[in-house]
């Protein structure tokens, strides 16, 4: 970049010196303004071939595909039911390369499913205390009413008079009460483990909602005191974010058993054989202890709460009858018999196989997707009855179509792109703009001019003509050692235009299609036969291998990107060559610079002496003049 800095000339002798140095410097610019262009054509250069590079490696990763076998042994499944249906709501199938085509009797008759302990009743209710049997209920007295709310919705529940001498009978007319006030299917009212009554949610009714118990509105008729329950006693849904402490009285069993200054639980989860102690706090919640049994390493086991049947679920995270799951309780009332999560001690889960038919003959896996004979099987549920289906399995000559037309599509687009590089005119009457005459132009003008400075800079460039010369060759090339009917891309239906289209390809579908439908296989060699001879590969293998060559070779010329660490390519190394006599070149000009700043302004001092003396001259004349 030019040199520059503040000064100020021509005060004595009235040249404007900035501008005759600045002319002086356009001159000395010259040749540095030369080496800027030639590195802006260097950088154009280099980001020429990279999009080339870009272009080819878009095509050898296609390639690549195009060598594998599996990309032509493509197969088509359907499963049908005896009734005529899909048989896709029980199972689908998905062929690979290996499978072989036919047809294939299957019947699902069971799924793989988890080991999985849950709770065997919702966890939380309304816990009342125990009470005292014969409970009897004076008709003289009227005490046999007490009021229910659920949801906002207020009932008189009244019991009939008489003397009840165990919890069961009235559990049962308090269960006839409330659902002839609320419905039936809505309140349960159960035996608690203390002869003390127990009322939640109705096993499929909505955990969500709220019950309260209160004082009937005349106390000498009231009864719930007796039935062991407080003024407002409330049913709440257990909330598993909050601390288990805090929420003890909503729990159906006690998570304490009755100590209050328990300050622990304990528990131990034996997966596989694989044992793990838990202990935590009774300040935990739900979350956060089954959050940690799901995340323990050795444990693989999915721990959660659902809140919609309102119960605590352990499951397991792979499927199998070799799967189990077995929970030990320690200190604390979270397992065992009438535990808070309502899941004994000791319970012990096994996971089961899949059962699937084929053929006549039974498989049983551990999971529900396998792979047999290459078809890898999803099942989703069992088949009733006698239900069975027919999976027919088919070459996809469709897919493979589409594949090879993709491939077409893609060499032309790469060619025609790379032709139309090897084939711009190079305008050298238009070299790169200087930051001065960028100056003098508009934004459009620049864009214009430009346009015509980077066309043409790898105008019939030897490297990348050398590639496609290759690619052009080998494609036209018959494979060695195959069947004369199949050794060229001709015989499958692509073939090339006139010389004039410079190698594009055209492809004939149905004649492709007819070749695929002849001998699948024998297509499939075309592209992939990897022979012990350079003339036995493949028409792919061969490709690839030139596009591997071809784009190492680019790189070694013009690096590999904004990627690469260390650009030490060819144009690489020619730019650092140019930008360091740059560097040399700036400093010699500022040095010109100064070197002509020095003499202007020695100048202007000889010139300031000069007028100096005038001065003193004029004012002598003056003073001392001649009389007449």
Known sequence: MPYSNLRIGGLASGIDIDQIVSDLMKVERIKVDKLYQQRQIL???????????????????????????GTYLKYKTTGTLQSGGSADMYFTATA????????????????????????????SALRGYTIEFPLTIDPDSNKNKFLMEVNGVEKTIELKPGTYSDIGSLVTEIQNAVDAAFGSGKISVTVGPNSNLIIAPAQNYDKAITITLKNYTNPDEDILGSLGFSDNATYKQIDPTRSIAEQRQFFKNDPF??????????????????SESFTFKTTDSINYILSKISSNENLKVSAYYDSITDKVVFKSKETGANISIQIVNGEGNLFGENGAFNIASGQTAVGENAVVEINGVTIEKPANNFTINGITFNLKQAMPGTESATLRIESDIESVVETIKNFVNL???????????????????????????????????????EEKAKSGLLRADPLITG?????????????????ADFDSLQDIGITTGNYLERGKLHLDENKLRQALSRDINAVMRLFTNSGGQPSENGVA??????LKSGIKSITDKAGGGEFEVFDNSLLARRIREVNDRIKIMEEQLKEIEDRYWRQFTEMEKWISAMNQQSLWLASQFGLFGYQS
């Open 43 to 69: 950088e154009w250069q280099r980001q020429d071939y990279r999009n080339i590079n870009l272009k080819l490696k878009a095509l050898y990763d296609f390639v690549f595909n195009m060598k594998l076998q």
């Open 96 to 123: 690979g390369a290996s499978a072989l085509p036919g047809e294939y009797t299957v019947r699902v008759e069971k799924l793989a499913s988890h080991a999985e302990i849950k709770s065997g009743t919702s966890i």
């Open 257 to 274: 058993g009755g100590y209050d200054d328990l300050e622990e639980f304990s528990f131990t989860i034996i997966y596989n054989g694989i």
């Open 411 to 449: 060499y032309n687009e790469t060619i025609d792109f790379i032709n139309k590089k090897l084939s711009e005119p190079r305008y050298r009457d238009y070299p790169p703009l200087t930051e001065e005459q960028k100056k003098e132009l508009t934004e459009d003008e620049i864009k214009l001019w």
């Open 467 to 483: 590639i496609l010369s290759k690619m052009r060759q080998e494609l036209y090339t018959p494979v060695s050692g195959l069947s």
């Open 541 to 546: 293998v061969k490709l690839y291998d030139i």
